[in-house]
C-alpha cells in the first residue's frame, strides 16, 4: 500500500431522536476513495469498535481501489471488477458469516431482547444467526428475537448442522408471529 498524504475523514452520521434501532453511518474517506459503514450500536461506547471495524474496511479498499470507468475505461474483452456496493439505503443489513460467504440480514431481523445486548452480544448474536441459517433452521427473511445470545451460545455450542435437522427455530429463538398465527391464538 502506498502512503496518501491527505487525513483520513470520517463522517458519523446517527438518528437524531432516540429510536429502538441505533442505527448509523459511518463514511470513511482520503483523497477520492471512500467507503461507507453502516452499522447498529446499543451504546455510544459502542463507536470506537465501529470506528476501527470501518477504518480496517477502508484500509482493504485502498490497498485494492475500484476502477474507476470515467478515469480508466476497462478493456472490451475482459469483465470489469466491481467493487461491493453498499445494501439500498432503505433499511441497512448486517452480514451473516457462513461457511461459504455471507448472507446480508436485514438489521430489524435479528433482534436481542434480554440480557448483555453489547456490540460483544450483537456479534454473538451474529454467529447464533449463522448457525441457525447453516442448520436450515432460519432463511434470514422473517424476523427473530434472541432472549439471552450467551445463554443461547451455549446451549448450541456442541450441536451440529445435523443436530439443528431435529429441531425448530422456535426451540432457539423468539419468532414474529404472523396475522395466520395471531387468528389460532
Same mark, same amino acid.
Given at each position: 500500500m502506498h502512503k496518501h498524504s491527505?487525513?483520513?475523514?470520517?463522517?458519523?452520521?446517527? +438518528?437524531?431522536?432516540? *429510536? @429502538?434501532?441505533?442505527?448509523?453511518?459511518? &463514511?470513511?474517506?482520503r483523497g477520492d476513495l471512500a467507503r461507507v459503514h453502516q452499522f447498529t450500536y446499543e451504546r455510544v461506547a459502542d463507536l470506537t469498535e465501529v470506528i476501527a471495524d470501518a477504518l480496517t474496511a477502508f484500509a482493504a479498499v485502498e490497498a485494492d481501489p475500484p476502477i474507476i470507468p470515467e478515469t480508466q475505461p476497462?478493456?472490451?474483452?475482459?469483465?470489469?471488477?466491481?467493487?461491493?456496493? +453498499?445494501?439500498?439505503? *432503505? @433499511?441497512?443489513t448486517v452480514d451473516?458469516? &457462513?461457511k461459504k460467504g455471507t448472507k446480508a440480514v436485514k438489521i430489524s431481523h435479528l433482534k436481542?431482547?434480554?440480557?448483555?445486548?453489547?456490540?460483544?452480544?450483537?456479534?454473538?448474536?451474529?454467529?447464533?444467526?449463522?448457525?441457525?441459517?447453516?442448520?436450515?433452521?432460519?432463511?434470514?427473511?422473517?424476523?427473530?428475537?434472541?432472549?439471552?445470545?450467551?445463554?443461547?451460545a451455549k446451549k448450541m455450542k456442541h450441536l451440529t448442522e445435523r443436530d439443528l435437522s431435529l429441531f425448530t427455530l422456535e426451540d432457539f429463538v423468539q419468532v414474529e408471529s404472523s396475522p395466520i398465527e395471531d387468528e389460532r391464538l
Amino acid at each position: 500500500m502506498h502512503k496518501h498524504s491527505d487525513s483520513i475523514v470520517l463522517t458519523l452520521t446517527l +438518528p437524531e431522536a432516540y *429510536s @429502538e434501532s441505533k442505527t448509523g453511518t459511518l &463514511l470513511v474517506q482520503r483523497g477520492d476513495l471512500a467507503r461507507v459503514h453502516q452499522f447498529t450500536y446499543e451504546r455510544v461506547a459502542d463507536l470506537t469498535e465501529v470506528i476501527a471495524d470501518a477504518l480496517t474496511a477502508f484500509a482493504a479498499v485502498e490497498a485494492d481501489p475500484p476502477i474507476i470507468p470515467e478515469t480508466q475505461p476497462p478493456p472490451k474483452s475482459q469483465p470489469r471488477k466491481q467493487a461491493k456496493q +453498499p445494501a439500498p439505503a *432503505s @433499511e441497512p443489513t448486517v452480514d451473516i458469516p &457462513l461457511k461459504k460467504g455471507t448472507k446480508a440480514v436485514k438489521i430489524s431481523h435479528l433482534k436481542i431482547t434480554g440480557g448483555e445486548t453489547d456490540a460483544a452480544a450483537y456479534r454473538q448474536a451474529v454467529l447464533i444467526a449463522g448457525k441457525l441459517i447453516e442448520g436450515k433452521l432460519w432463511d434470514g427473511d422473517s424476523p427473530i428475537r434472541i432472549d439471552d445470545v450467551y445463554a443461547l451460545a451455549k446451549k448450541m455450542k456442541h450441536l451440529t448442522e445435523r443436530d439443528l435437522s431435529l429441531f425448530t427455530l422456535e426451540d432457539f429463538v423468539q419468532v414474529e408471529s404472523s396475522p395466520i398465527e395471531d387468528e389460532r391464538l
